[in-house]
């Protein structure tokens, strides 16, 4: 079995797609919203089934202001049905199957577990840029992150954080913070590198990486990856 991951779009096409994983979390996704408005931009927002079913108001405002909403997991704890749950919730809101997905922590192999990750419409979407805000705080690090990073160009896919998976609701309110800082520098200097921030459905993907299974660890690994490990075993 082999599952395809999309980590950036076409390199020909001058656009960049912000995404915001582990919301909805009011207010701070809501602080992100007046900001992309400001900016007359579009992302793209993965959010978590748990949330979403606790804060469904803040969803339909993501709905509201034209911004794509994707799956990313329920609790992103449980390996079975995560993913399968938080759709049941998502889409119950957004009236729509999701089309995009992505995994929590980057964890395939839980994540390919879960139907709804494996269906025909489905397009799991990792990253080709870490803004690393999830375990940063300070706004100009995270910041220079993005606009210093050696594959930023077009069709980067950049990550962000608006929430977090915490129950902790202080956490939840704090983490964010630096983001919200720094996101009006980051989308200025995109301006500034002639790049135009757009959802995912805006933006033409580049062919997927490919995950695959690999018995020795018992774990999914990266095609590529898994090849040059046999080969060099040989
Ligand atoms: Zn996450």
Request: hydrophobic content about 40%.
């Amino acid at each position: 079995m082999e599952y395809p991951v999309y980590i950036h779009g076409l390199r020909t096409a001058p656009k960049v797609a912000l995404t915001f994983d582990d919301g909805p979390n009011p207010p701070r996704t809501e602080q992100v919203l007046e900001i992309l408005a400001e900016a007359h931009i579009r992302a793209t927002f993965f959010v978590m089934g748990k949330w979403a079913e606790r804060f469904p108001r803040t969803v339909e405002r993501l709905l509201a202001a034209g911004h794509l909403v994707g799956n990313h997991g329920y609790s992103g704890q449980r390996p079975l049905g995560d993913y399968d749950e938080a759709e049941a919730v998502i889409s119950h809101i957004t009236g729509k199957p999701s089309r995009y997905l992505r995994s929590h922590t980057y964890n395939h192999a839980a994540y390919f577990q879960s139907e709804v990750s494996r269906l025909p419409g489905s397009l799991t979407i990792g990253l080709d840029i870490d803004a690393d805000d999830w375990d940063e705080s300070d706004p100009e690090a995270i910041t220079r992150n993005v606009l210093d990073h050696p594959r930023l160009g077009p069709g980067a896919i950049i990550n962000l954080h608006d929430g977090a998976e915490y129950e902790d609701p202080s956490v939840r309110l704090v983490r964010p913070l630096g983001t919200l800082v720094a996101l009006p520098r980051i989308i200025a200097g995109l301006r500034d590198r002639n790049l135009a921030c757009v959802a995912l459905d805006e933006m033409e993907l580049a062919p997927p990486v490919t995950w695959t299974w690999n018995d020795g660890t018992h774990d999914l690994v990266l095609k590529a990856d898994a090849q040059e490990r046999a080969a060099a075993a040989r």
